[in-house]
């Protein structure tokens, strides 16, 4: 069985085209529209991994303050020193 090929013609129409520097500009301006998407997904995932990071940062700091706060009970920490003092309600509790 032998295969035959079709030939359709098509009819021909003015094919119209921008200009060099028109599609050049074009594809530019495209590229980098592009090239600022692509930035700003990683952008968008660096700023996930940091939110988790922030997240567990804030729960190592509640387990912190939780240690001190029974050892020491309710009080207040100048983190600079690292003197306390008891707060109010706590030391009018003990009078």
Do not use: P, R, W
Request: no cysteine.
């Amino acid at each position: 069985m032998e295969k035959v090929q079709k030939t359709i013609e098509v009819e021909s129409k003015d094919v119209k085209s921008l200009s060099t520097e028109e599609l050049a500009g074009l594809q530019k301006a495209i590229q980098s529209l592009n090239q600022v998407q692509t930035q700003i997904g990683g952008l968008e995932a660096q700023k996930h991994e940091l939110l988790h990071s922030l997240t567990a940062l804030n729960e190592d700091l509640s387990g912190i303050q939780k240690d001190l706060e029974t050892k020491y009970g309710s009080v207040s920490v100048d983190i600079t020193t690292g003197e306390y003092t008891e707060n109010e309600d706590e030391a009018s509790k003990k009078d």
